[in-house]
Every structure is written in C-alpha cells, then in structure tokens.
C-alpha cells in the first residue's frame, strides 16, 4: 500500500503513552478512533486497517505530535479532521464534549441540558462511553452528579490521571454501587 493509499484507506498506528499504548485509527484522512488497551467498546483489532507508522499517514502523524504535546502539559486541545462513527444523537453528544474547556468537567446532567435533551443523562452517558475517539474528544470531562468521578470506558484510573494532566482536580470516586452518572 502506498502512502497516498492510506490517506484513504483505513490504517492504524500504536503509541506509547502515560495512559498505556493507544491505537489511532484514520480512514479517508480523518482520524476515526483512539482506543486504550482494555477499553470497554473497543472494536476488535482486525477492523483497524493496516498496521503503519505514524508518518505513513498525516493524520496519524499529526494526531500522534498533538498527543505528545497533550500529554507533555503543552497543548490544551486537538486541531485534527476527525470522522467519528455513530448515531446521530451519539455524534451530537461527541460534538458537545469538544465545546468542554480543558481543566474542567461536566456532569452528565448539564450535557444533556447543553444538547437539548434535558431527560436524557442516561442516554448521554451511554452514547460518551461509546466515544470511538477518546482523549481528543474529551469524554473524560464528564463526571457524576455530585461531581464524583464514575464511568469511563478506559477505567477510572486513566480518567483520573487525564482530569489530573488538565489540572481539572479529581473528583472523588463514587461509592461502590452508588449510581450517580445522572
């Protein structure tokens, strides 16, 4: 495959990073996931494409600068094409989760009421675990209702370790069996 194939084709990429490896995945020169190790609703590995360097491929290569810089406490957000794959309603969610300032959080309440859907904390909290491009879009800025840190398809530690990295504070960790997503 030829550089030019995988700007249209699907590839991926493996970094190393604070969080453990991340799997970037981009299709038609858009980034379509960023997946952790372990992450609940990771798609199965034989759907990323072809196994490339980053630089074989701009967007990756790009995603993989503004990751460093991220985690290197020197970029506060991602300037990147980004082609997330869902529902309408989970893409609304998505989008809304980029307007979330860096080094603050949210509750899964307040984002249903930003996207119009005032009694849908629920679905909102479903459609952010299913976020294909963690980190980048910040679902990790969502938290419970009392601002308690819950829910977070990378687990609770990585989230934690992000809202830290933003200097957002950490919130404390729910109770065991205690929902308060909503």
Same mark, same amino acid.
Request: charged share 20%; hydrophobic share 40%.
């Given at each position: 495959?030829?550089?030019?194939?995988?700007?249209?084709?699907?590839?991926?990429?493996?970094?190393?990073?604070?969080?453990?490896?991340?799997? &970037?995945?981009?299709?038609?020169?858009?980034?379509?996931? &960023?997946?952790?190790?372990?992450?609940?609703?990771?798609?199965?590995?034989?759907?990323?494409?072809?196994?490339?360097?980053?630089?074989?491929?701009?967007?990756?290569?790009?995603?993989?600068?503004?990751?460093?810089?991220?985690?290197?406490?020197?970029?506060?957000?991602?300037?990147?094409?980004?082609?997330?794959?869902?529902?309408?309603?989970?893409?609304?969610?998505?989008?809304?989760?980029?307007?979330?300032?860096?080094?603050?959080? &949210?509750?899964?309440?307040?984002?249903?009421?930003?996207?119009?859907?005032?009694?849908?904390?629920?679905?909102?909290?479903?459609?952010?675990?299913?976020?294909?491009?963690?980190?980048?879009?910040?679902?990790?800025?969502?938290?419970?209702?009392?601002?308690?840190?819950?829910?977070?398809?990378?687990? &609770?530690?990585?989230?934690?370790?992000?809202?830290?990295?933003?200097?957002?504070?950490?919130?404390?960790?729910?109770?065991?069996?205690?929902?308060?997503?909503?």
């Amino acid at each position: 495959m030829t550089t030019a194939d995988r700007t249209t084709g699907r590839a991926h990429t493996v970094l190393d990073s604070p969080v453990g490896p991340l799997t &970037l995945v981009a299709e038609d020169g858009a980034l379509t996931g &960023l997946y952790m190790e372990r992450q609940r609703h990771r798609p199965a590995d034989t759907l990323f494409g072809e196994r490339v360097e980053g630089e074989a491929v701009p967007v990756l290569s790009a995603a993989a600068e503004q990751l460093a810089a991220y985690f290197a406490g020197e970029r506060r957000g991602f300037d990147l094409p980004l082609q997330p794959r869902g529902t309408v309603f989970q893409r609304r969610v998505w989008a809304a989760l980029r307007d979330i300032p860096y080094g603050t959080t &949210l509750t899964y309440g307040r984002l249903a009421e930003e996207i119009g859907s005032p009694g849908a904390s629920r679905a909102v909290g479903l459609a952010n675990g299913k976020n294909p491009i963690g980190i980048v879009i910040p679902c990790h800025r969502v938290v419970g209702s009392g601002g308690s840190l819950t829910g977070y398809g990378g687990g &609770l530690e990585r989230k934690r370790f992000l809202l830290d990295l933003e200097g957002a504070g950490v919130p404390a960790l729910a109770p065991a069996g205690v929902d308060t997503l909503f």
